[in-house]
Every structure is written in C-alpha cells, then in structure tokens.
C-alpha cells in the first residue's frame, strides 16, 4: 500500500478547477484514441509474462544463465534499473542484471570483465530500432564475445524494439527472439511494455505483481478515485515560475535508479516549448536521504525558494538491523541512537526533514510505501507516468515528444560520416 | 593538462570587473588571514602522504588488508569518492574501497555481506566527531564485526578527525590512530586533507601526484594565471536571476561520484540566506554523457532557459576499446560507428551537444582533461573550490558555515531522545 501525502497550502480556485478537469479530459482522450499507450501496459503486458515465462522454461541456454545484460540507453535501460533497484534485496537468488548503457570505453571494459558469456543472455533494447549509441555497443558485444548469432549463440541475444524497426528486421534475418514495445508507447513510459517487462521476467522478478499495482492506479485514476494527482500537477503547473524544479528525495538507496528514471521522464517529457512558442518545463532532481541532508538541505532551507520537495519514505525496510549498544565514550548523543533499528533512524530523520522543509514555507508531498513490494513499485510508476501526462496537459505541450533532441541525433550522424576513417 | 574553455557571451563591464577584483581580494583575505584553511592542504597534506605510508609499511594488518571501508558522510566521504571514481580504472591492485555512508538498514546489510573483516580496514571520518548517523554506522560495525578496539583489531579502526574533537577523544582513549582535519578547514572542502588523503593513500592511489595538481592551481590562480576562473565566477553570480542552475555535464562514468562531490560543495556552500536577509545561491545538477543525452537534453534546449551547463571531457581515455566492423544489415547508420573507438564516439557526441546547447545560446564551458591523471583530478578539485568561494563572495555569504542545517540536526537529536526506548 502506499499512501500520499501532500502539503502545499493550496486549495485550486475556480479557474484552476476547469484546468484540472480539463486535463484529466486531455488524458482520459489519449488513453480511448489511443495517442499515448502506457495507461494499458499493465493489463496488456501480462500475455508477455506468461510468454517469456514460458520460453525460459523450454530454452537451455536460459535456464543455464545467471546473468541478464541489457544494451540499452535512456528509456530502454533506466526504468529497468529503478524496478531492478527497488526490488534486488528481495531477489537473492534471481539472474544478476548488468546494464550496458554509455558508449564509455573505460565502463565497457570494465563490464565486459564482469561477464561469463556462456552464461549470459544479451537484451539489445531500442525502441527506434537504430540508436546509434546501443548499435555501437551491440557490436562491440557481438565482436567482444565472439556472438555466432546464426548458429550457437542464437538463443543467446533477444530483441526488443519496435515493430518493422531496422533491429526488428536484423533480428528476424537471422531469425533472433523478438518482443515488441507498441507503437503509441513513448520510450520513457514504456517500462511496462517488453522494455522492462522481458528482462526483468528472465531475470526471475515477479513482474505479475508489478504489473498488478499498476494496474491498479490505472484503474483507480481513471475512476476518479486518485483526485490527489491531479491536484498536486496543477499546483506545479500554475506554480512552475514561482517553484520550477521538483525535488525527489528518496529515503533509501533503493530509490537511486528510480531517482533517474523520474529525472528523464520529467525533464523530457516537461521541458518543450509549448503552443505559444514559449520555452516551459519543470525540472527534475534526484536526492537520496539521509547522505544528502549532508549535501542539499542547507540550499533547501536557504537557498533561493524555487523548488517543491517530494519525500518518498519507506514504512518498513523488511530488514531488523539494529545499532547495538557500543558504547561511545566521550560522543556526546553517542548513546541516544542505542537499540534503534536503522529503519527507525532513516525515518526519524525523514520525518524531522520533512517537518523542517514544510516548515520553512517549501510546499512538500511524500509517497509513503508500506514497504517495497512489486506492487507498490508498479503503483509508483504509473502514478509518476500519470502526473507527468497531467502537468504536460496543463502546460499545453506536446508530452510525448522530443524535438530538442532530433536535430542533436542528426548532428551525431552527420559528424560520425564527415570523421570516417 | 586541463584547458579551460568558456561560450559565455559576456565581458564584464566595470562594475563588474570590481566586483571580481573585490571577490579576489576577498578570497587572499581569506587564504592570509586563515579564515579557510583549504588552498594549503595541497601543500600541507605531502606530510600526511608520508606518514601514512610509512606508517602502512610498518603495520601488519594494513598490509595483509584488501579493503579500505570508509564509514563518513557528505563531506567525508564524497570527496574520496569523486576522486577514486576519476582513478579507479587506472589502479587494478589497489585496494577495494567501500563506502558506509547512508544508515540504510538495506544497504549496510549487503555492504557488511561485502566484508572480510580480517582483510578490511575501517576508516572512521567526522570532522565534528559526532556526525549521528556516522556514529550509529561506526556502532554497527565494531558490533557486526566483533572489533575489539583495545585488543587485536587495535590497528584496524583509525579515526580522522578535528583535534579534540569527541571522536578524537574516544580515539585517544582506545589509543587508536587518529589524523586530524585542520580546524580551518569545512567539511566539503577537506578532500585533500587527511580526510581524503588517508583512505586513498592507504588504498594505494598517487596521492601525492594529486596534490601536486591541487598545489599547481593554487600557486596560478593566487599568482594571477587563472583569471578565467573568477570571470566564470562573475558570470554566475551576475546572471543568478537569470540562469539559477548550474548543470555539470561530465561525458564519462567516471565523472559519476564527481558530480555528487561537485554538489555537495555547490549547495552547502551557495544556497544562503545573504547579507541583506535574502534567500540565494545557485542549484548543481549533475549528469552523465552520453546517457543523459537521452534525458535531460530536451529540458536543457527546449526547457525554461535556466541553465548554464558545463561540460567535462577526456580527451584520451587511454582504452582503445573499438567499435568492431559487425555488419548490421537494415540497420540505418549501423555501418557508420565502424572502426571509431568508444572514445572517439563519446567525444563526438560531446562535441555535437556542446555545439547544439551552444547555439540554443545558452552559456557553456568545458573542462577538458587531457586525460585522467592524478594530478589533473587534484587541479579540478582546487578549480571548483576557487570557483565556489570566489561566487560565494560575489553573493556576500557565508560560504563556509550550514546554518541552515544545524536546527534539523538538533530536530533530530530531539526525536531520537524522545523516541528511546
């Protein structure tokens, strides 16, 4: 279960109602034409989970792997490694899960020696079917590993991509496992499509109670029963000059992934130049409690007011570790944090930080799991997939896309072709 | 080498060329009257290199150690941190550092997994000496491990601290090691004293080539030879209306732990209340190229224009990994990444973001490492901290001082004596 907190001292007048109703209406109209796909991945994506399921079982190479590596880079990597994050403690015994996303010599080579090839399974995940970053890396693989891709190592590499992509045509060429992603599913929200969903499955997660939980908060938003998030996006919609980043502070290392999931989700997603011609957007940053009370609070507190803070506090860790009785001579309060667990102290100290923030003006919000389960984590990230269509709603842009970022692509390309050697 | 280079699109005017010469002025201030203590630790810290090594020479379960565990907390450990990240690659036989930081009952319980104690060396670093959560984590190790501190883990635990502080004491008690962190000198700005110096020096890392770079940006900017770095500073504290984001954008995993130190230092020491009773400073961001290409680029180039972005590239990486000539049939462009090394791909795509944010006419500049050497990693760290006191003098703040953070760590002090049980 989780639980939704807010405190931004904020009731929506009039006209910000009509801006409510008015973007839930713009959502509710891209779930039934079908402009924008992720709202059905949780029921859709469960035939994946059977499938895979049920080709794992019947194919030795999978069964003989202990590690899933998925080539990927930006939504076909970092929703993966959120779940992956939040989830891991609770899988001891699943496959090891290495992502190879930066075309970065040094990381490559590093993580190339991390790797038993015969007991590896290779996801090359690319919704394009052509990004020039994971093709690179793909073939370093290929080359690296020696992959016979037509003969023994045929069961050894899956696609993932669009339909009739160039990678869906080179994958059925030489006839590899493909999965598919849906064509009105955006890159950054299709985490429950084939993207998150084949890799984790492989890798032994239980993705069913995933998709379950999210599932549920499409059910629930879409029934009117989850008002709160349309109310939160309009208070960062209206507010966006006065507050114009959002601040997610997740108590846990668990939320390190999750914390740059959100960030490309935001930032790409909220950062466009909206119908007027106007550069908008809100910007996203990712901190983890409490070693950032130690880097961030003091610009929290005293710093310009210009961000929101959202807490995401997990009731119950699942873990007793406790601080023994030591005794500390000599350290003042060396002894009050005697006979806590830990889980107690990252709380106490989440809940005076939220105190103190709220109390300095800053408007906050917290996301309280009970604790980190497959279904509060599914739940999760259709309540931030389903903020981010709201405020994009609002701010009257085009969510879905990226223009920004296409003539960049182009440049790379351009540059790769005039430098060939 | 590092070069130094800037697109900002400003030259001061005269107001503004006072303001930089107060701001230097201020700064000399502060190096000759000892109000900050950091621009001698290049200098000073050679003394520290030497004893530690003389020291791990002598003792018998250092040398029979492989792993350094720093337990510390924002400024105690994220500075070690961001430079074994830079250098990590380059040492394969030193030894492995592990970093205790978060009281995260999840994490401490997969680090302790990660330990051999008879092979580890525990690092204990609070400048005040009663960091809390340092504390509960320092309690949970001697408890876990069993270390008897006045016995046979005698020289296994060594303290690092300011001189007379309650951790020195406790330390002087059991007779343990201790290294003391000059009293001049804010947490965040110790990375190059004994607080960083001792694990990485013990771990095996060239510390004295690091300060050697540290020591050379000091002696050139004190005699005049880096005036780019207060003109940057000026840009920042002039525009902070304007462009209220800094976004440090490091192409390379390397930079990973970097960017945390980088905003730590940028945070604590910027967002403040100022002379006049207002709430300022600048927020640090910090990514990852190329994968952040894939998530926040749209924001920086469509987004509000908020941000100055600055970037940091290796020219060699001095890893020739190369992207192999594997044919991809159907796949558009996938014969032109062929025979490019890695490092020639990541540096392209660094060059067409740099050109693309550039011509959105926003305000770069580049770091440019001509490799990553010791002592280009120590002249960047003396770089940053220049910069962070030269704009925190410009914004007529306390750059040294958190008080922002003192009455939540009370708050928590509070909540943790209410709640005993």
Known sequence: MIT????????????????????????????????????????????????????????????KSDTVAVIGVGGSSLGTQAIEGMLRHKYPHAKRMLFFENPDPIE????????????????????????????????????????????????????????GSPLCRFADHYGLKTYTIPKNVGVRFSVLSASGIVPLTLAGYDTCSLLEGGSKMVKRFFGGEEEHVAIKAAFLAVHKEQYPINLLFGYGNAFAAFNRWYKQLWAESLGKIDRCGNRTGLTPMGQIGTVDQHSILQLIL????????????????????????????????????????????????????????????????????????????????????????????????????????????????????????
Chains 1, 2 share one sequence.
């Open 4 to 63: 939704y907190e807010a405190k931004l001292g904020w009731t929506p007048n009039d006209e910000e109602n009509s801006l409510i109703a008015e973007a839930i209406g713009k959502v509710v109209e891209e779930r039934e034409t079908g402009k924008a796909g992720y709202f059905n991945l949780p029921d859709d994506s469960r035939m994946i989970v059977t499938e895979v399921n049920a080709y794992a079982a019947s194919c030795e190479t999978i069964k």
């Open 108 to 163: 490559l080579s590093q993580k190339f020696s991390q790797i038993n090839r015969k007991k590896t399974i290779f996801l090359v995940v690319s919704k394009s079917g052509m990004t020039v970053e994971t093709m690179a890396i793909f073939k370093a693989v290929i080359g690296h590993f020696s992959l016979d891709l037509k003969g023994k190592d045929h069961d050894r590499v899956i696609a993932i991509t669009d339909d």
């Open 302 to 421: 005293q710093g310009p007011g210009d961000k929101t803070v959202t807490f995401m506090k997990i009731e119950d860790f699942e873990n007793g570790l406790k601080i023994p009785k030591v005794p500390l001579e000599m350290i003042p309060h060396g002894e009050i944090v005697n006979n806590y667990t830990f889980n107690e102290l990252i709380n106490i100290e989440c809940d005076a930080v939220r105190e103190a923030v709220s109390e300095a003006g800053i408007p906050t919000d917290t996301i309280l799991f009970d604790r980190l389960s497959e279904a509060n984590v599914g739940e999760t990230i259709l309540y931030f997939e389903l903020l981010t269509s709201l405020i994009g709603a609002m701010l009257r842009i085009h969510t879905y896309e990226q223009p920004g970022d296409e003539p960049v692509e182009r440049h790379i390309i351009e540059k790769l072709q005039q430098g060939k050697h």
